[in-house]
């Protein structure tokens, strides 16, 4: 672990710093040291000679990275300090610009879109297939994939999820190599894939479906600190340019506490990753068997893959419908929460997601499963929730780019009907965009809105903080 | 000389210390670590990750006061689950009742009873009783899956903290609910009420339970080794309240043997300090 070998030799060294930060090892703010500990903000430096630089790494970093990309498999690994969204950033900002395609699923992360309005390319959405009865968007289908490539010649790359939040996989070697015959680079969003590089069995990795550029976030499954993450290079991309484009936005300060956290982490998981998530997969199989015992919660894995919008799924993660009890996963996550201090990852209008890790123990899964037992013995309705969740189409009329940094008006979200809307609402968690700037509403788009307001969703994105308003493009209103 | 004593922190600042004779056994399991003491005051002691769980001395209050009062309440009581309870204590309260047909006893660590059998015969005498059932595992998920229907269950469980949790939680409680007759009853340990930790724990016991059953009271018993002596129990029940629905005579009539609990006691057990029914009602 070479970074944290060189922050421990500076430790022992007692170096004397003048240098920032200023609270210097802790010394300086003894109400921070005592909440974190010393040994924390004892390495809570700046980039220094025996430290290397991570926006010019030639020694300790470089050799962490260099390490991390052999256990992934790939060419070059970036230690990211931005979260995994700064990742999915600097591989799309490195392979589209302005005025060129970008080809993705519509349930990608607010942050490729973010990406796009910086960098200027125009989305091409595929629709990902939904599953009527779980309300989930599924993956991308081979044959779709073709017909949109085929379609839109100017695309100059790919992004596919692997997996979606939900654990789904589309085919990612498949669309890998058609994209490659076709000139695209292939893009991973790994934010839910780092243990597909070590775990027995797993849907297939990035890396090893030949894809360009992989963003990992280490600290999900990884057991990496919160906002580390790594960009994973294959083998036909320049890391030098990769490096110019993340120097752009990255910080010249990066953490060295999450950076060592990304080394200890990488260690980890090559030495002891296989066992470790075969205890995850264990946790989570006996969580959904037990959790369809249960009735009327649905607790699906491999069960949905149908060789195409369902190539693969990931078994860690435990998904489970709700509607069945006639309540929105949103109202289960809410009464975990409230009533039984279980707190899970998220619910959506009809599933939650319970994230399992090495952390978990036997008895919190108990506790899990009897506390949906107990929400379905108590809070149960009759009337099932007759939510038709069906994919709305998005219709981008202008880039998000333009209609981001475009002259615009603010409606009342009942009168935006056929505008072009020119800021994001993103229903979170998870984090995935209903309207996109530079898209055309429709009362789908509007409904949707307002029952997910209704059932208690936290929606993000519009200037207006309720969401009773929104942005709409000018552009239109002469022509 | 030897000068050996066991000590237990009941709270960072205070010690409860015993001479200790000799160390009878020790040994780690896959839950917790697991020993057994000889002490001149007290005679054999168990510990469960260093906390007292019984002493030969006194654990008869405690087994007693979670055993009788409740069978006071309802002596038609015929299927009965015990949680926790791996020193068999409660099991051997529980067997001078003729009335009752099944005991189905779950606990987590079958180590725990292999040592209480080896070392502790006067509680483990318990399991020797044929209506006795030994089921080994996690107590919530037992109640979970279990279609039977008890009229009374008892929770003798450890500390909430440790693998004791999850038998202080509201979906536990709210399982036992789901088990229990329209008769039924739910005794639980309820920890004490006058250190600050133990106070939260038994506050917020006491809460859940009362969301999960219509009624629920606290009764108190006076242990000398745990800590403060002063401690608390749980009584919980769809329809049957402690106090009204007690039949004395009845209870009498049965001429069960005990040496801490008798009827009059059963009233003044729900009794409690002010501080306590303070405790109690702040929400």
């Known amino acids: 672990m070479p970074l944290m070998e060189a922050l421990e030799k500076m430790r022992h060294g007692r170096l004397v710093p003048f240098d920032v930060p200023g609270h210097k090892h802790g010394k300086g703010n003894p109400q921070l040291t005592e909440f974190l500990g010393e040994r924390c903000l004892s390495v809570d430096v700046n980039s220094m000679k025996p430290l290397d630089n991570l926006c010019h790494p030639t020694s300790v970093i470089k050799e962490a990275e260099e390490l991390a990309a052999e256990a992934f498999g790939a060419a070059y690994a970036f230690f990211m300090v931005g979260g995994t969204t700064s990742a999915v950033q600097a591989m799309i900002l490195a392979s589209v610009q302005r005025g060129e395609e970008i080809i993705l699923p519509r349930n990608v992360h607010q942050s490729v879109i973010n990406a796009l309005v910086l960098c200027g390319a125009t989305p091409v959405y595929i629709n990902p297939q939904m599953d009527k009865k779980l309300g989930i968007a599924l993956g991308m289908s081979v044959d779709e994939v073709k017909t949109t490539m085929e379609a839109h010649p100017r695309a100059k790359a790919i992004l596919v999820n692997n997996p979606t939040y939900y654990g789904i996989c589309s085919d990612i070697k498949q669309i890998t190599r058609i994209a490659h015959e076709k000139g695209l680079r292939v893009l991973a969003d790994e934010a839910h894939g780092t243990h597909f590089y070590f775990g027995k069995d797993m849907p297939l990795s990035a890396m090893a479906a030949g894809a360009d550029l992989a963003a990992v976030s280490m600290h999900k499954s990884g057991g990496s600190l919160t906002q580390s993450a790594l960009l994973l290079c294959g083998g036909g991309v320049n890391p030098n340019d990769v490096r110019k484009i993340i120097n752009l936005t990255q910080t010249t300060s990066g953490s060295y506490l999450l950076l060592s956290s990304l080394d200890i982490s990488r260690r980890n998981l090559a030495l002891w990753g296989m066992e470790t998530f075969e205890k995850v997969k264990k946790f989570a199989g006996y969580a959904r068997e037990e959790i369809n015992a249960i009735g009327d919660y649905y607790a699906y894995a491999n069960d949905l893959i149908n060789g195409n919008s369902v190539f693969d799924f990931d078994t860690t993660k435990l998904s489970v419908n709700t509607l069945g009890l006639g309540l929105a996963g949103i109202e289960v996550y809410d009464l975990l929460r409230d009533e039984y201090d279980i707190q899970i990852e998220f619910g959506d209008l009809g599933n939650i997601l319970a994230y399992i890790s090495v952390g978990d123990k036997n008895k919190n899964i108990e506790r899990l499963i009897s506390a949906l037992g107990e929400i379905r013995r108590i809070y149960k309705k009759e009337s099932k929730a007759a939510l038709d969740l069906a994919y709305i189409t998005p219709t981008v009329v202008i880039s998000p780019q333009e209609a981001f940094y475009g002259e615009k008006v603010s409606l009342p979200l009942a009168e935006c009907e056929g505008r072009v809307c020119a800021e994001f609402v993103m229903c979170y968690p998870p984090g995935i965009p209903l309207l996109a700037p530079g898209e055309r509403m429709n009362t789908q788009n509007i409904a949707y809105i307002q029952y997910a307001k209704e059932k208690g969703c936290v929606l993000t994105g519009p200037e207006s903080m309720d969401i009773s308003r929104l942005n709409v493009w000018k552009g239109e209103e002469n022509g | ?283």
């Open chain 2, 1 to 283: 000389m030897d000068d050996l004593w066991y000590s237990e922190y009941h709270t960072p600042n205070v010690k409860f210390s015993l001479k200790v004779s000799t160390q009878l056994h020790h040994e780690v399991s896959e839950y917790q670590k697991i020993s057994v003491f000889d002490s001149p005051e007290f005679g054999r002691f168990l510990t469960l990750d260093g906390i007292m769980m019984l002493t030969q001395r006194d654990e008869f209050i405690y087994h007693e006061m979670m055993t009788h009062p409740a069978m006071a309440v309802n002596p038609e009581a015929k299927k009965v689950l015990v949680i926790g309870a791996g020193d068999g204590g409660v099991l051997r309260e529980l067997g001078k009742y003729s009335g009752i047909e099944k005991i189905d006893v779950v606990e987590i660590d079958e180590r725990v009873v292999g040592v209480c059998k080896e070392f502790l015969p006067q509680t483990a005498c318990g399991f020797d009783d044929p209506r006795v059932a030994l089921h080994f595992q996690d107590g919530l998920k037992f109640v979970r899956h279990t279609e039977q229907t008890y009229d009374l269950i008892i929770v003798d469980s450890t500390d909430p903290f440790g693998p004791g949790e999850v038998l202080f939680t509201k979906e536990f409680y709210g399982n036992c609910y789901r088990a229990l007759s329209e008769k039924g009853i739910l005794i639980n340990q309820h920890e004490s009420p006058f250190y600050q930790e133990d106070a939260k724990a038994m506050k917020s016991a006491h809460k859940r339970i009362s969301h999960v059953f219509p009624i629920s009271f606290v009764y108190q018993a006076h242990i000398p080794t745990y800590p403060s002596g002063h401690w608390l129990f749980g009584l919980a029940s769809k329809t049957l309240y402690p106090l009204e629905d007690t039949g004395a005579e009845k209870w009498n009539a049965l001429g069960i043997k005990t040496k801490y609990y008798n009827t009059e006691l059963h009233h003044g057990a729900f009794a409690l300090p002010t501080y306590v029914k303070e405790l109690l009602s702040d929400e």
